[in-house]
């Protein structure tokens, strides 16, 4: 599977996973504190949850309207932010995969 840190000197490389799912260039790549998920956003809007050792997409988080710049998770693991070119910035709950809340009044892009 895909490894963070890519293992112990020594140690043979991981495999290369590739992971299909966004409709735009992917812009922002996160993994969770415990390294068991990885999240990405896109210029599609989106933000998506893999499981890297399963080499698939858990879930889509949409509700942005442009393109997902930046990407932070919480170290308990089940919160993350995600910034956007749609002027917000917004709080998703990584278990329940919802938008938990949405930060708008920003003059222009969030961007991190």
């Known amino acids: 599977g895909l ?5 112990p000197p020594g140690a043979s490389a991981p495999a290369v996973v590739r992971l299909t799912g966004h409709r735009a260039p992917v812009y922002s790549l996160e993994f969770s504190h415990d390294e068991r998920l990885l999240f ?29 710049w930046s990407l932070a998770s919480c170290p308990q693991g089940w919160l993350l932010a995600s910034a956007s070119a749609d002027r917000t910035a917004r709080l998703w709950a990584t278990d329940a995969t919802s938008c938990v809340r949405m930060l708008a009044g920003h003059s222009s892009d969030v961007t991190g």
């Open 3 to 7: 490894v963070p840190g890519g293992g």
């Open 40 to 68: 990405s956003g896109s210029g599609d809007g989106s933000v998506r949850l893999w499981s890297p050792e399963l080499g698939c997409g858990l879930a889509a988080l949409r509700g942005h309207l442009l393109p997902v």
